[in-house]
DNA sequence: CCGTCACCTTGATCTGGATCAATTCTCCTC
DNA sequence: GAGGAGAATTGATCCAGATCAAGGTGACGG
């Protein structure tokens, strides 16, 4: 199985073998399948293992007074569910499985490890905590200034670019197994209103959902439609890389960022440099 | 002056003089003043040193298309502003004064020092990243799930109890240099809604906010309201410390945490093992 | 002491999205 | 292939919060 982990880092930088061999060996530990709907791990626990996503989809949702649920962010393959275990005592929300799911489950003693003997590879978790980050901000720009049809045109956007980035899909495809009570939880909206959005979309031919299947039809328009900038995710390699990557990412990536990267070889040198 | 990045991370864990002392030496960095309303860095930018805010009160905030701006966190003396420095090539949002505000500019290769040389600072600085994080989902909830009333009460008791821990108040008073405008950004609502609920919780009773400063007269109306529940925050030595900081957090900590913390000194122990 | 500028307050009206209430699709299971 | 249960869709109505439109209020500089 290929490494989704080892594809979203390398948007940070280039392994080398040993590098990349940790990468895998990470990857390989392990796994468990949770079942579409378990809650991989529950709000209050204590988590001796961290989780990586390899296949499927979860998020990170808590549980309301009112007994509904808010998701606050989608965890691709690639994702680490739990990086907090080295330091906080529980976790503070849970992780529920939208699509049946599989983790690997890493030692955290091996992460650790890691941590101490390869400064590359702790700066590339510090990138990926980093643009978790900003991820989750995106979510309260999404939900302090967007409308419903921004939203949710927005969250079709970083999906299919986070899916393309671990090579989920390389078109504008990619897997939605949400339920419309998921998207309802992840953007705040009624399941009514949430429908008549994708009914909209549907009817402007921006995206067919179908089969727990999205496909964009026009990039563009959708990007407008959610105000899509990709920046914030922070894809440093993305148009360096290869052609393969290049296509993965696609037109979802702003031009700007093009040409901020046509000199930034020297940058990434000084920012790396104390390797 | 009292240092605020040594009181936020003495939540996590206690420090030794040698770890103080070099805490005391990172705030004592040059500082720098930035007027109310200043830009202290901007989205793009590429900053050389951490800014760690130590008097006045600073907001993560992006610019909209329309020329709006949303906040998404408020930034408390001892609050980092760009960590994310390490790994990335530039800002993807600003960072702006809400109040007059000094920060030290602390040089990357200071943090970066400190980050080989101590593993418990080093899980200290983890911690509150993560902790930041937890923020930042909070007020995701916040904009999905909780109504006007709801959102502004949360973060009312959300700064009370992050300026408590720093030392800025230790009564249930606290400086609230935010004009209408800025909480209309915070929360996503309009300015005319925003006052409205403002003049409601006053009318309830709840807060009194006069000459900037905000002062909550019904502690738990006000958590009541705001369905608020300090887990998140993960002060995990609130209650161990000693009495002062105890009434400083007071009891914007929830009961359960207390009990959890009974027996948690083994836990804590095996968390920092490593150290 | 007067203008003015930024902020706060209040009232009237409008609307995006919520709520309520059926119906129609899927699949899945037996 | 009948029966059901979760999911998607559609229509009708409602409401929290937006928008529009005036006033107030207070802190200044001249």
Request: aromatic share 4%.
């Amino acid at each position: 199985m290929t490494n989704p982990l080892a594809l979203k880092l390398e948007q940070f930088t280039r392994f080398d073998g040993a590098e990349r061999a940790r990468l895998d060996f990470l990857a390989a530990q392990p796994s468990k399948t949770y079942a579409r709907g378990a809650t991989i791990i529950a709000e209050g626990e204590k988590v001796a293992s961290i989780h990586l996503v390899l296949e499927g989809l979860a998020a990170r949702a808590k549980t309301l007074p009112d007994g509904g649920r808010q998701i606050m962010a989608f965890l691709v393959p690639g994702d680490l569910c739990d990086v907090e275990v080295f330091v906080l005592e529980a976790m503070d929300h849970d992780i529920v499985a939208i699509a049946d799911t599989t983790c690997a489950l890493i030692p955290a003693a091996m992460i650790e490890d890691m941590l101490t003997e390869s400064s590359k590879l702790t700066k590339a978790l510090w990138w990926s905590t980093m643009t978790d980050s900003a991820v989750l901000r995106e979510r309260i720009i999404d939900h302090g200034s967007r409308n419903a049809r921004e939203r949710i045109a927005h969250i079709l956007c970083e999906l299919l670019i986070r899916y393309r980035i671990v090579g989920v899909t390389s078109d504008a495809s990619f897997p939605f197994p949400l339920t419309q009570k998921e998207l309802v939880q992840a953007t705040g909206l009624t399941s009514v209103h949430v429908n008549r959005v994708l009914q909209q979309l549907r009817a402007e031919g921006l995206i067919v959902l179908k089969n727990r299947v999205v496909t964009v039809l026009d990039t563009h328009r959708l990007k407008a439609a959610g105000q899509y900038e990709a920046r914030y995710l922070h894809l440093t390699r993305t148009e360096r890389r290869d052609p393969g990557v290049s296509d993965r990412a696609g037109d979802l990536v702003p031009a700007t960022h093009h040409r901020l990267l046509q000199d930034a070889t020297h940058t990434l040198k000084s920012i790396l440099g104390r390797n």
